[in-house]
């Protein structure tokens, strides 16, 4: 079996260098994939990808190098649409559904050469932080198959973190990208709301959702991101700004950068001590780095949980109901209307995804709306101004990314309150729309945990200066899975 | 028991754009089914709505028109149902913040004071697909067409007060006039572009305190509005004279048997889970555009109608005959301000081309006939260079393919008879023919120089100046 040459950049300079080409990129991609228990992909699609890759090659070969990802495979979550592929977003309900079109990222990660190798394993619609929650069985997490890579971009994230393919892409509505960045020992980037166009992005919370890059170093993250970036005038919510070249701007210096230290993230309930020792300890390489730190508040913290299940399970049962077994996808035997309707959605949503259309349901309906919905935008508008006033006096803010370790594969199937505060550290920076990063920073136990760190909008430059300082300061981001603690 | 009914207007209408409301999806009608479709119209995953611009500046401009206040922020919300025709099983609409707050739309019935019905709002949302039933192999099978799935309309929501099913159809007549003068809309409502649902209650004549009202839906003609509004004041007059209750329901209306009937009970208010659409941003108005958009407006049915009568002097039917069209206004002015009096040219108008119109079951905008042309014609009649009666035969050749009407004349030698010789010989004819008539005449019955003068005009094949027959045959019977 091929091994992997690691990295985007190592790999860009193996290509760039004619040590490697495409086709052996891809094709060591798609053996792993087939060889890794990791259970982290839904569909391969080896035959696309080869052409693709042979493609590359013949277009490098004659000079014309489109940018960083040019040639190099990577994975793309369930939930974004490549045309001619399945889409399945991990669900029974998308049984036989190939989506005609391309999403904004996928047509753009095609533009740059990008390879994609196949689709990514998660949480059915993205509803869940361990990658159980799926048609296609969990995934597994390198680091223990008998535990969670986290989720709901459990796949992408395994993916990356088992050496399958260099980047993947998935999205965060809550956490979806950094919580299991930071149970793999990947580094993942939650963009600011409107970086990424969602045209295509099989919606779960629409004011939420976002697509993001997972990889081995943030100079790989930042340089995945530039690719899929940017105005999109498919999709109203897209910021107009231009992207700037977050890769350029890495030099491995943190100072005059002010970390800001939430003291409601760092109290010891809920959260296994030694998590907050690495981030702790985390803090104390970038302070090294030159950025000093100081303690801020973010007040309304306690009611982000509540805040964001109200918001997203309300967007998420409205965006849901497209699925009905009309135009596309499974479509159970009904006598009349309403048979086809309740067959259709009980054979084809899992019980995560029902239980949170249900609630949004709920909280959406006349005579509940006050109480539930607007006063969660109310409370969200308070959250979004915690940020506001923090990031006055800090240009971040440093947090642990998720309150444990990976869990074991079951351990919390029958709770989904517990579940849903795997969630407790990432949710207000969604509700906010700002942008954050969980990069490696520590190794307790043998599993890895993630450093958070959050921006203002737009701040990605900042974000990804930061934890490519700290990586370089650090190995963590290069411990690999069986290469022992 | 005498009630008083007191009814409201719900009015879906298409805005005559060139692609659906957020996607770019053309909109035509009468293609194949499902060919006017794309991800974002088929509510595939993944698929997001963008703003039609165009839809949003017609939406303001009716809004301008009937003298609404435009909202500089309103916000596009879901409105969530199931049903095979809606493929995101939510309708983009507006609720809490709609487009357009209040206006007025006026409304006159033949022998009643002119009065204003007043607009409670109007708001943007997109329309669904059409379910097509029975018409396959199975009869029992269903079928969706969702060419229409995403078709802008406006809602125009009207103040209960409406009193008649003469002044619904009047209310919409009035509204339809505006759709099309300001460009908003065909409003053609054979092909579905306005339709119209019915909110209904019936009152003790005197009292103040409101019934239970019913709904009824999907009216596309005026004649259903009619009948329907006619056929649940009966209804409902029936189970109150009965002393029984009405129940809030939705209706709907048999145009065969001119009957309502309940489609379903509204046992609680619909609790469609609106909430702000999170895939748009509020639509926020640059209140220098409103601006923009009202000064472009072009002058609505009621000032013109006004001023017709005022400025003009024509009669307050005529007024409001050549104002229901703006083509139809445009014509008569151009061909006024040509001719130089309206009143000549309105009756014309309203009378003589309405007529051949009518014949062909054609309308101004389709026919040949230019404003110029039929100015020149009427001067031509003016001179007494042609008769009445040939001018007529004239105008049907305009309508139908136009030309100089001078070398019309000459070509079929319709110029007017004023030759005295011709016309002292015809008449001679004529007067010796008819010895009684000259007597009837001199016995002081006034009304045989008609139809002498008829025979004059048959004679001479209608081309014989009337004025000078009339006196070439007074004077002969005098004498």
Known sequence: MTESLGTASEMREALASGRTSSVELVEGSLERAQASASNAFVGLRAEAARAEAAGADARRANGDVRSALDGIPVALKDNIAVAGEPCGCASRILEGYASPYDSTAAARLRAAGAIVVGRTNMDEFAMGSSTENSAAGPARNPWDPERAPGGSSGGSAASVAAGIVPVAFGSDTGGSIRQPASLCGVTGVKPTYGRVSRYGLVAFASSLDQIGPFARTSADAAAALEVIAGHD????????????????????????????????????????????????????????????????????????????????????????????????????????????????????????????????????????????????????????????????????????????????????????????????????????????????CGLPGGLPVGLQLLAPALGEPVLFRAADAYERRTDWHARRPGEGS | ??????????????????????????????????????????????????????????????????????????????????????????????????????????????????????????????????????????????????????????????????????????????????????????????????????????????????????????????????????????????????????VQATMLFDAERGTTHVMRIKENSDDYRYFPDPDLIPLDLDPEWIHEVRAALPELPESRRARFESELGLSAGDARTLTESRTLADFFEAASAAHGSARTVANWLVRDVASILKEREGSIEDSALEADAFAALLGLVDEARVTARSAREILEVLVEQGGDPEALVRERGLEAVSDAGVLESAADAVLAENPEMIERWRGGDKKVLNFLMGQVMRQTAGKADPAAVREILARKMES
């Not at chain 1, 805040?307 to 009905?324: G, I, K, M, P, Q």
């Not at chain 1, 074991?408 to 954050?436: K, N």
């Not at chain 2, 799935?149 to 103040?159: D, K």
């Open chain 1, 233 to 440: 005038p498919r999709d109203s919510t897209s910021l107009p700004d231009p992207v700037p070249p977050y890769a350029d701007a890495l030099d491995g210096d943190a100072s005059g950068l002010v970390i800001g230290l939430p003291r409601e993230y760092f109290v010891e309930e809920g959260v296994d001590p030694e998590v907050l020792a690495c981030v702790r300890e985390a803090v104390t390489e970038l302070e090294k780095a030159g950025a000093s730190t100081r303690e801020i508040s973010l007040p309304h913290t306690a009611h982000a949980i509540a805040t964001y299940y109200l918001v997203a399970n309300a967007e998420a049962s409205s965006n849901l109901s497209r699925f009905d077994g009309v135009r596309f996808g499974l479509r159970a035997d009904g006598r009349g209307l309403s048979e086809l309707y309740r067959k259709t959605r009980s054979e084809g949503f899992g019980p995560e995804v029902k239980r949170r259309i249900l609630l949004g349901t709920y909280v959406l309906s006349a005579g509940y709306y006050d109480a539930y919905y607007r006063k969660a935008q109310q409370v969200r508008t308070l959250i979004r101004r915690d940020f506001e006033q923090a990031f006055a006096q800090c240009d971040l803010i440093a947090t642990p990314t998720a309150p444990e370790a990976a869990f074991r594969i079951g351990e919390r199937s029958d709770d989904p309150l517990r579940m849903y505060l795997s969630d407790v550290y990432t949710v207000s920076a969604s509700l906010a729309g700002i942008c954050g990063l969980s990069t490696p």
């Open chain 2, 1 to 246: 028991m005498s009630f008083e009914p007191v009814i409201g207007l719900e009015v879906h209408v298409h805005l005559k754009t060139a692609s659906k409301l957020f996607c770019r999806c053309p909109v035509r009608y009468g293609t194949d089914p499902n060919h006017q479709v794309c991800p974002v119209c088929l509510a595939l995953p993944g698929a997001l709505p963008v703003l039609n611009r165009r839809a949003v500046e017609l939406a303001v401009r009716m809004g301008l028109a009937v003298g609404g206040s435009v909202n500089p922020r309103s916000v596009f919300a879901r409105k969530n149902y199931f049903y095979p025709d809606l493929p995101k099983g939510y309708q983009i609409s507006q609720f809490e913040e709609p487009l357009v707050s209040g206006g007025a739309v006026p409304v006159a019935l033949d022998g009643a004071e002119p009065r204003e019905i007043r607009l409670t709002r109007i708001h943007m949302e997109e329309d669904a697909g059409k379910s097509v039933h029975g018409e396959w192999e199975r009869a029992d099978e269903s079928h969706m067409d969702l060419n229409r799935a995403g078709v802008p309309l406006i809602e125009i929501v009207s103040e209960p007060e409406i009193r008649s099913s003469a002044e619904a159809s009047a209310f919409l007549r009035s509204l339809r006039a505006i759709l099309r003068y300001a460009g908003v809309s065909d409003a053609d409502m054979e092909k579905g572009q306005m339709r119209c649902d019915v909110n209904l209650s019936l009152r003790r004549e005197g009292s103040d305190t409101l019934g239970t009202r019913t709904e009824t839906k999907n009216l596309n003609s005026f004649r259903s509005v009619e009948g329907a509004i006619a056929a649940e004041m009966a209804r409902q007059a029936e189970v109150l004279d009965e002393g029984g209750e009405v």
